[in-house]
């Protein structure tokens, strides 16, 4: 790894950025950056920064056209690296950098699939969709990297814009591509420029960040688990670790919020913004995908970079949406569970906003810790930011707080158990506390949203059940889950589950929720008929939160079938019957053991 190109300097003194020899003889010293107090400062004109354009050679050919993939790349550097001075880089690959096609989701208002009907129909075409959440997301960092030394590099990942090749919505090809531009900065990939002239990165140190928004964050995760030399460190925001769960839940057909019948083929035809015949790669998308059983297969296995982590060698900073329902919180906890486990360096910020950049949430502290970050592992300054608490969080009265780990290291889970009333407010207190035989049902419409079922007073469409009011604050962190007894009436059915918040005015709150397809209730990767009538023990996780319940609210479970906003919507009238003894709910609380009785 490069490090000492940076001058370290106890109070900020700007280094001559243009050598001219004192005394005949004397050797110029090439410009350096300055550190000051374990932070890279803006000592560099970005004004004058050094444009370049190419073309890097990738490992594959996603468009068959018998030639490797080209990646378009544009690089912006200070002009010192014209008189020797080698920058670190800060690169960003997207497929969204020419814009996004006119595109037609599938058709969620259809039948569930049912395993021994031959004749189920598959998706068809519904309401268009244009991800312009995601595809507006600026970059608005390009001024305060520069000054402080760094190059920043752009990428158009493969299948849009000057890019060659064909996008596939996470595959592997994605991954070779944006990977070649780090080969390329470390001189074992070839580019040219638009004249064939040979292009080389002699101005780079080698070191490497990825850095990214949404699929822009996606991105270096997906490269990081490749191991390639030079990637020194990632910051995915908002970023997919497995694009099964962004598409998909235990088996249930999912839509990202906001984009209700959108799938991996939609996504791939929007960002497909180049002139090569993609049809055949994206109709086998659309084939391999699977939105008729919802199942796990081989296509979501090489877009789940979660069996990657082992190989990764990058640290992570991680940043993501508390009430992100675009990319769920699920792609953060699981990413950031699993860096953990295999040893990776991590660390992550919730913010409590949705899917979007904390330079919008909190910019000052936000640009304060990325400087900090690179300024560590792209300039080689042994700053302290790898023994700093691991976890940032924001609680949602604005306030930020600083921990260790996350979840909550003294984060319990307790057993709740459902007692009757649910079609109006049932009750909710410590599991097995006298369990009541009770049988409880409710009848699917997915017309109604959850989050006015939730807030009925009474609905024949959900059950509801709730905690006495609380004696004083209470702290949820990590993943709720929910064990339901059910039967059904029809060989097919959604289940969802919400975890709410009951204000002392009545108010409802939605908390977080999670949904499953109970004909996956064995595997996520098989369906398994189911019989009406039959009672089955159905798990449900929710999405994992962060959350403080305040003294005088109540904790609510709400079970219904069919989400309108996410999941399938088959025509109204399943029925579901939740036996209230074998259910349950659990919850992660941040509560000392001997006190639980007094909450709950």
């Given amino acids: 790894m490069w490090r000492a190109r940076a001058a370290v300097v106890s109070a900020l003194v700007v280094l001559p950025l243009t050598g001219t ?6 050797v110029t010293r090439p410009p350096e950056p300055v550190i000051e107090h374990g932070a890279a400062q803006p000592v560099f004109d970005a004004s004058n ?7 890097v050679t990738a490992d594959v050919d996603s468009d068959d056209d018998g030639r490797d993939d080209r990646v378009h790349v544009q690089v912006v550097r200070p002009e010192e690296t014209e008189h020797g001075m080698r920058a670190p880089v800060v690169y960003r690959a997207s497929p969204y950098f020419a814009g996004g096609n006119p595109v037609t989701n599938h058709d969620v208002d259809r039948e569930l699939y049912v395993p021994d009907r031959a004749a189920a129909r598959a998706a068809g075409v519904g309401a268009s969709s244009a991800r312009s959440a995601e595809s507006e997301i600026g970059w608005a960092y390009q001024r305060f990297l520069l000054e402080r030394g760094y190059a920043v590099v752009y990428a158009e990942s493969l299948g849009s814009g000057a890019s060659e090749g064909c996008p596939t ?4 090809n994605e991954t070779i591509g944006a990977k070649s531009v780090i080969d390329w900065l470390n001189g074992r990939a070839p580019a040219h420029d638009s004249s064939g ?3 080389t990165a002699d101005w780079s140190t080698g070191e490497v960040a990825m850095m990214g928004v949404s699929y822009n964050g996606t991105l270096p995760n997906a490269v990081a688990t490749t191991g390639v030399e030079g990637l020194e460190t990632i910051v995915p925001i908002g970023a997919i670790s497995s694009w099964y769960d962004y598409y998909r839940a235990d088996g249930a057909v999912v839509a990202p919020g906001g984009y209700q019948g959108e799938d991996t083929d939609v996504l791939a035809e929007y960002v497909h913004t180049n002139d090569r015949d993609c049809s055949a790669v994206i109709d086998r998308l659309r084939r391999e995908q699977d939105r008729l059983t919802g199942d796990y297969n081989e296509f979501w296995n090489e877009r789940d970079y979660l069996d990657g982590v082992s190989n990764i060698d990058a640290s992570v900073l991680m940043v993501h949406g508390l009430n992100d329902w675009n990319v769920k919180t699920k792609q953060a906890a699981q990413w950031y569970e699993a860096l953990r486990q295999n040893g990776v360096e991590h660390r992550i910020w919730w913010h ?3 899917h979007l950049d904390p330079i919008g949430v909190r910019r000052d502290e936000w640009l304060r810790t990325l400087n900090r970050w690179f300024t560590h592992y792209l300039h080689g300054v042994n700053n302290g930011v790898r023994f700093e608490p691991r976890a940032t969080i924001q609680r949602a009265d604005g306030s930020w707080h600083r921990e260790w780990e996350w979840p909550a290291p003294a984060a319990r889970e307790i057993s709740l158990s459902p007692t009757p009333g649910g079609s109006e407010r049932g009750g909710l207190r410590l599991f097995r506390h006298g369990s009541t035989d009770a049988v409880e049902s409710l009848r699917d419409d997915a017309g109604e949203t959850a989050e006015e079922l939730a807030r009925a007073e009474s609905s024949p469409h959900r059950l509801a059940y709730f905690t006495r009011d609380l004696p004083r604050s209470v702290r949820i962190s990590g993943t709720a889950r ?10 097919a059915a959604n289940v969802t589950a919400m975890l709410v918040d009951r ?7 939605p908390i977080t929720r999670g949904w499953t397809d109970p004909q996956n209730r064995r595997s996520v990767a098989r369906t398994t008929p189911i019989e009406p009538g039959e009672q089955y023990r159905i798990e449900v996780s929710m999405m994992p939160d962060d959350y403080v319940l305040r003294r005088g609210h109540s ?6 079938s069919s989400d309108h906003d996410y999941t399938l919507r088959p025509s109204a009238g399943t029925g579901l019957r939740l036996e209230l003894s074998d259910s349950e709910l659990r919850v992660p609380v941040v509560v000392a053991r001997g006190e639980r009785d007094r909450f709950f």
Avoid: H, K, W
Avoid at 21 to 26: D, V
Avoid at 49 to 55: G, S
Avoid at 482 to 491: H, M, V, Y
């Fill in 169 to 172: 919505s996470g595959g592997r």
């Fill in 555 to 560: 904790l609510g479970l709400v079970v219904l």
């Fill in 21 to 26: 020899p004192a005394n005949a003889g004397e």
């Fill in 49 to 55: 920064a050094v444009r370049e354009d190419l073309f």
């Fill in 197 to 199: 002239e040979q292009v």
């Fill in 482 to 491: 929910a064990g339901l007894a059910l039967s059904f009436d029809r060989p």
């Fill in 503 to 509: 204000a002392p005015d009545g108010t409802v709150t």
């Fill in 352 to 354: 409590r906003g949705g």
